[in-house]
């Protein structure tokens, strides 16, 4: 079965900079890739997700880049904000049809001081 | 678009109770729900997938008879936790194809 792979586990950076959050993942089938937001105790929020015949996707501060051959992807928030401040979960998928069963990365605890 | 409405948002039982969590999808059907189970500042783990009319998919390690799930309609999905032990003391939360819309929880404390 799909098996994903996040790092950092938590990343420290200050206003305005940028933040880098990647996952690789171990099934070549999977064709679908999304990126959460959850704040503490709510519900995962989807930020931005890529399919697999798109290697790069940008809406407004966040981008997300696939790399298909390495199996690898990669979450990109630029200016970052305070309000940026979760964690973050990349997921992949296969969706062939039928029902596409999400499997997560370990998650990504981002904090932005300001 | 796309919401799930899921119920309760917390709940506190006594060991050996069974809870049932519910999740409505309001404004589309949802033939499929997703269940996942997350502990403390962890991942979201798949627990099953709820078929509208069939059995639930459960996955590796889940134990069928003591997470039950019911998917009766287009639009409801139910997962019962029955002879609830405080181990089981996690965030509960549903999940619909349609977008990957998740529900907002469920906080089960077992006491």
């Known amino acids: 079965g799909e098996n994903v792979e996040q790092h950092p586990s938590t990343l420290s950076v200050q206003e305005g900079d940028s933040a880098v959050i990647k996952c690789t993942y171990s099934?070549?089938?999977?064709?679908?890739f999304p990126w959460y937001k959850q704040e503490l105790g709510k519900r995962p929020q989807l930020i931005i997700d890529?399919?697999?015949?798109?290697g790069e996707k940008k809406d407004q501060r966040i981008a997300v880049t696939l790399n298909k051959t390495a199996k690898h992807f990669s979450l990109h928030i630029t200016e970052t904000q305070p309000e940026d401040s979760a964690v973050y979960f990349c997921?992949?998928?296969?969706?062939?049809?039928?029902?596409?069963?999400?499997?997560f990365g370990a998650g990504t605890r981002l904090a932005v001081h300001p | 678009g796309a919401v799930v409405s899921q119920h309760p948002s917390w709940v506190i039982c006594k060991s050996g109770t069974s809870v049932k969590i519910e999740c409505r999808s309001l404004?589309?059907?949802?033939?499929?729900m997703f269940w996942y189970r997350q502990f403390p500042k962890q991942s979201l783990m798949l627990m099953a997938t709820?078929?509208?009319?069939?059995?639930?998919?459960?996955e590796q390690g889940v134990e069928k008879d003591k997470f039950l799930i019911n998917h009766a309609s287009l639009t409801l999905s139910t997962l019962t936790v029955t002879s609830a032990h405080p181990e089981d003391s996690s965030f509960y939360i549903c999940?619909?194809?349609?977008?990957?819309?998740f529900g907002s929880g469920t906080r089960l404390t077992v006491v």
């Open positions: 999940s619909a194809i349609y977008g990957y819309t």
């Open positions: 099934d070549s089938a999977s064709n679908y």
């Open positions: 890529i399919r697999s015949n798109v």
């Open positions: 997921a992949a998928s296969r969706i062939s049809g039928g029902y596409n069963k999400l499997i």
């Open positions: 404004d589309f059907q949802a033939t499929t």
């Open positions: 709820s078929n509208e009319g069939s059995k639930a998919t459960y």
